[in-house]
């Protein structure tokens, strides 16, 4: 069977009929033919192409983990439920002494799984064995994929045909730490009978292919801490402008849906790295972490897809150029940046060393302080081109803080910060209209943030009549399109998020301005300033537009 499928592609396929019977009611149809095809493609690999033409906001399939554990550097949790716990002190399970929330969480979840081996083992934790050099539950999740060896052979089969990279991960720093803290401790500490190599791969599946789960532990608002091994969405390739768009559920399940049209033959891709980050930044952390060098359409591109996101203004005299990365898919990311203007050339580090400065310098700073954030906008405004990573971050930063904190709330923003939020979320949105449109969280957040502002400002002038009837109703209608934008980004994503109580609360709002828009039409002129008379063209003929015929009109008035 190996030499008939040797990219394990009907393993994969077979997940996915798993998937789709584990997953939750009205998401996927069990009877719908599949969209897409996995086929093995140099240089990507295994890819996930349209099988047809994919409209915006159709899913795509649905991927249910196959094992789940905690992220490595969270704090005290349940291994049942994954509910976090105040101290060690909580209960402790009867058969191993690692931390739960109670008897009942003893046989919960995964948990059995490793139970058995520290229980075997003697091993008695403690908060003194675990430091920034070795996380709590660093081992935890490796061990679980072993276990499933014997527990459900099926899972395994699926997670042993992932990518583990061990070949390019092997006598790195990160291939040795692993060494120390999960093979040396779970075969010296643990005694689980494994051979170094089938945990280094275990451990290279996890490292490649690992996602984080993002969304609530049911019945409560706190997040899970964990991440979980999602096989069909590793089949897709990554590009730093990718076209799927995925959630997970409450039952951390992932739903996978086309973010923008998908023609019949392209790639459906995901984006391992975070879309605001310039090529550089993304580039190091896909190489460190995901273990490959990106050479999507957008890292190629020095102007990042015409954003210039990680563009530096020219120092020069009288130029106003953008420096720019002469190589930016350079396999050591140390090109030379030039001016596209007038040429004049600074060395990689030089950048390098500014983007640490910046990064450092934002880390010293509350998120939640405006003040202080736009005390380092300012400071570095006239140093980076105006759509630069730093400058976007920073406007999204306080996009969101405007209006949401203490002493910021909308409320209580002067006309100057009201329009300053407008700002950041309008310079923000321009960024993602080029490297994330279509549905996205980020979009959708932030069309509700940029709507809240418009509307309070149309109001204020309303109050104070300030505002013609026409101008009123337009802002209105504005404000009216933000929040029905915000809910077809954010329609997909589970009621208990944060980004599934936005949509909530935008429906609800958007039926109480619709509803204010049709009574702000019934009403009477004194309301309102008086609409501005549009000026009536006045009809000219070739005499009256010649010199003599201008003078003589002046004269006449």
Request: proline share 6%.
């Amino acid at each position: 069977m190996a030499d008939s499928d040797p990219h394990h592609l009907t393993v994969m396929y077979e997940w996915f009929q798993y998937s789709v019977s584990k997953a939750p009611p009205n998401v996927i149809d069990p009877k719908e033919e599949r969209k897409w095809n996995i086929e093995y493609v140099e240089p990507y690999g295994r890819c996930t192409i349209a099988a047809r033409d994919i409209k915006e906001g159709e899913v795509l399939f649905v991927d249910h983990p196959v094992v789940t554990g905690p992220k490595q550097n969270c704090g005290v949790m349940c291994l049942g439920c994954y509910r976090q716990l105040e101290s060690w002190d909580s209960y402790r399970c009867s058969k191993c002494t690692w931390p739960l929330c109670g008897p009942r969480c003893e046989e919960m979840g995964y948990h059995p799984l490793e139970c058995k081996y520290f229980a075997a083992a003697g091993y008695q934790p403690c908060a003194a064995d675990f430091t920034e050099e070795q996380f709590i539950y660093e081992s935890f999740l490796p061990l679980r994929c072993f276990c499933l060896q014997q527990s459900e052979p099926d899972k395994y089969q699926t997670l042993m045909a992932m990518e583990s990279h061990n070949e390019a991960r092997r006598g790195t720093e990160l291939w040795l730490r692993e060494q120390k803290n999960i093979v040396d401790f779970l075969k010296e500490k643990v005694k689980v009978p494994v051979g170094d190599e089938l945990l280094h791969t275990i451990i290279g599946v996890l490292d490649v292919n690992c996602h984080e789960v993002r969304s609530n532990i049911p019945g409560t608002k706190d997040e899970y801490r964990v991440r979980g091994i999602y096989p069909l969405c590793a089949m897709m390739s990554h590009f730093c402008c990718n076209n799927t768009h995925h959630t997970l559920m409450d039952d951390m399940s992932m739903v996978v849906l086309a973010s923008k049209p998908i023609k019949k033959g392209e790639q459906l891709t995901a984006t391992y790295t975070h879309i605001l980050s310039a090529t550089t930044e993304r580039r190091k952390h896909l190489k460190f972490g995901k273990f490959f060098d990106c050479v999507c359409d957008r890292c190629k591109d020095p102007t990042e897809m015409g954003t210039y996101f990680g563009a530096l203004q020219c120092s020069q005299p009288s130029c106003g150029g953008n420096i720019l990365c002469t190589d930016p898919i350079c396999p050591t990311n140390d090109a030379p940046w030039r001016c596209d203007r007038c040429r004049y050339q600074i060395p990689s580090e030089t950048v390098e060393r500014l983007n640490k400065v910046v990064y450092w310098e934002l880390r010293q700073v509350p998120e939640d302080d405006p003040s202080s954030l736009e005390s380092i906008f300012k400071k570095y405004q006239f140093v980076f081109h105006p759509q630069h990573f730093h400058l976007i971050g920073l406007k999204h930063s306080l996009s969101q803080v405007y209006g949401r904190v203490k002493g910021y709330l909308l409320p209580e923003l002067s006309e100057a910060q009201l329009r300053r939020k407008v700002e950041c979320c309008n310079d923000l949105l321009k960024v993602l209209d080029v490297l994330d449109p279509g549905i996205s969280r980020l979009r959708g957040l932030t069309l509700y943030e940029l709507h809240a502002p418009l509307l309070l400002q149309a109001n204020k002038a309303f109050l104070s009549t300030t505002i013609t009837k026409k101008e009123f109703v337009e802002k209105l209608q504005l404000a009216e399109s933000y929040l029905s934008r915000t809910i077809y980004c954010l329609q997909f994503e589970p009621v208990s998020s944060f980004e599934g109580e936005i949509c909530k609360i935008s429906r609800n709002s958007i039926q109480e301005l619709r509803a204010w828009i049709k009574e702000v039409k019934t009403l009477p002129a004194k309301h309102f300033l008086p609409e501005k008379e549009e000026l009536q063209p006045v009809a000219l003929s070739e005499e009256d537009l010649t010199l003599e015929g201008l003078l003589r009109k002046l004269e006449e008035q």
